[in-house]
């Protein structure tokens, strides 16, 4: 799902996409944090290229964004892992996947980033809400 469309004035100038990348559910509830930190990112980067990608269970899946985001003339896609613990998916699954991706699109300049909970600011934003308990 592309949380923005650029218009056709702004589309020449959008070289570069974001694909945030989950796991998946079958249960349609699961997906809107995910889908909500896309928003969040359009309201701070209006003219951002941003999509949600998903592992398995849930729609669309990361090739298929990739695909989505190569037709709109995209030569750069960031995909950032919405996992909070470095599991199978993040250490094996995904660069897997991310190698195929490469080979079908050489032309691409792909960068995969560390998993969500790896930064440490959401480590310090968790942190903050946890405290808010006990103030």
């Given at each position: 799902?592309i949380?923005?469309q650029?218009?056709k004035?702004?589309?020449?100038?959008?070289?570069?996409?974001?694909?945030?990348f989950?796991?998946?559910?079958?249960?349609?509830?699961?997906?809107?944090?995910?889908?909500?930190?896309?928003?969040?990112?359009?309201?701070?980067?209006?003219?951002?290229?941003?999509?949600?990608?998903?592992l398995?269970?849930?729609?669309?899946?990361?090739?298929?964004?990739?695909?989505?985001?190569?037709?709109?003339?995209?030569?750069?896609?960031?995909v950032?892992?919405?996992?909070?613990?470095?599991?199978?998916?993040?250490?094996?699954d995904?660069?897997l996947?991310?190698?195929?991706?490469q080979?079908?699109?050489p032309?691409?300049?792909?960068?995969?980033?560390?998993?969500?909970?790896?930064?440490?600011?959401?480590?310090?934003a968790?942190?903050?809400?946890?405290?808010?308990?006990?103030?």
């Amino acid at each position: 799902m592309i949380t923005k469309q650029s218009s056709k004035s702004d589309h020449s100038s959008i070289h570069s996409g974001i694909i945030l990348f989950a796991h998946g559910s079958r249960d349609p509830l699961w997906r809107l944090p995910i889908e909500a930190v896309a928003s969040r990112i359009i309201s701070l980067s209006p003219h951002a290229l941003v999509m949600c990608a998903y592992l398995e269970l849930t729609t669309p899946d990361l090739p298929s964004c990739v695909r989505t985001l190569v037709e709109k003339g995209v030569t750069r896609i960031s995909v950032l892992p919405m996992f909070l613990g470095i599991g199978k998916h993040a250490r094996e699954d995904l660069p897997l996947l991310m190698k195929q991706l490469q080979d079908t699109y050489p032309q691409i300049d792909f960068e995969l980033r560390k998993a969500i909970g790896e930064e440490p600011e959401l480590t310090l934003a968790i942190a903050q809400i946890a405290l808010k308990t006990v103030s």
